[in-house]
């Protein structure tokens, strides 16, 4: 057991630091306010092998690990505070990866390379009208064989990068059921071409909804009506979709809590300079005890979520790139929920403390604090699966499944 980062980890995480520092750091909050990532800077990162950097190298990506695709998104949030460049990286490189894992090598070729160069954003759909929590039962979407391949209907919302999908291009990783009364087993994964750039399938219909955080990336919802799909664009087999989306939510989980981890490292940061030489009573603000116990408190949380993050991401890489036998998938989804429930809560109290340090200018727009407020809540709220169900997850592996309670119906 040892806690430090190889050379080559080392090394990566410098290099994203000072391009995130360089590029994304002085852009961050002008994107916020105008609601959309310059295309230059994913351009960029796209250059950097920065974009979707887990898919393999085969289809355009860089292969890497879930290590290092951390730690570019704890870089990435260090500079970018109100995370959105972070999210759009990280639904990327989590959906993407798990598209590479589990695509025909038709439709990974025909769109991977265009997502590794920035041309066209991958993302996930699975929340419906009717629920994101219980996908189950909140499923309506259906997929229906045809003789060349599927018709999609349905609809889903609460969607990241819906604007960027229809005015760059985008495809969505996205699940349906065959049979709607069906359980689990009647998922079925594909993916839905939204716009392959050039304008919207016919039959997609989008809307947009206004959040209160992560300005950069949108959040907005479509209908689906008679969508044709050709039979590559099938996910894996017919039957695992739902399987699959938990491999996704891991693999997401994981790098949402470094996203959440570096962003708050970032408000630290920020909240100790300022009481170092912030003075009230003839003193720094740093040296009352009121103050230095809660910036004591702040990074005792930061040590804590680090190594559930990083134990979480070692745990995917011994899983899927050194296949540990004593790692399960199961192991591997109650590590990622335990770190994308602890990551979120501790940023939103860390950067809460530090807001309260700056006073006045603390609750200004000024102060670039509250868009890091603003931005992290939405992973406790929802985003790839609520608190709640991170604890429904956790909870599974320590008392069984015959524990939870959805399925208390049944004998115990
Ligand atoms: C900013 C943002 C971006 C998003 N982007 C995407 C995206 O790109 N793709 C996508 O598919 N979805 C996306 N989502 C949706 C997200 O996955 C859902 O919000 C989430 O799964 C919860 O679903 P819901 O909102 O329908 O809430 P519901 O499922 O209706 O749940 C409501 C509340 O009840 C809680 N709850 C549910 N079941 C239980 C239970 N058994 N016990 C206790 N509490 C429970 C939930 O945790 C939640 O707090 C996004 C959400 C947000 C906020």
Redesign the pocket.
Known sequence: MHFEESDEERMFREAVREFAQRYVAPAWQDYDKNHEIPRSLIKKMAEMQLWAPTVSEEYGGAGISMTMACIAAEELARADLSIALP?MYL?EASWALIFDMYGTHEAKSEILPKVCSGDLFF?????????????VN?TKTTIKPTDNGYVINGE??????VAESEKYGGV?WTLAKSDPKGDHKAFNAFILPLNMGNGLTPGITTTLFE?M??MGVS?GGFNIENVEIPKHYLIGEEGRGFYMAMEGFSAARCIIAATCLGAAEGAFDIGVDYVKQRKQFGRPLAAFEGIMFEGVDSWMALQADKLLTYKAAWMWDQHYIHKNPNISKLDIAQATAAAKYKAPHDALDIITRAMTWHGAFGYTKECPLEASYRGVR??T?????????Q??VIGREIFGKECL??RQDKQL
């Open positions: 999210v639904v993302g996930i759909a699975t929340t419906e009208p009717t629920g994101g929590s219980d996908l909140s889903k919302v609460y969607i990241s990068g969505y959040d955080g992560r959040t939405s992973y709220v929802g985003a790839e699966g609520g608190a709640h169900i604890k429904l309670p959805y």
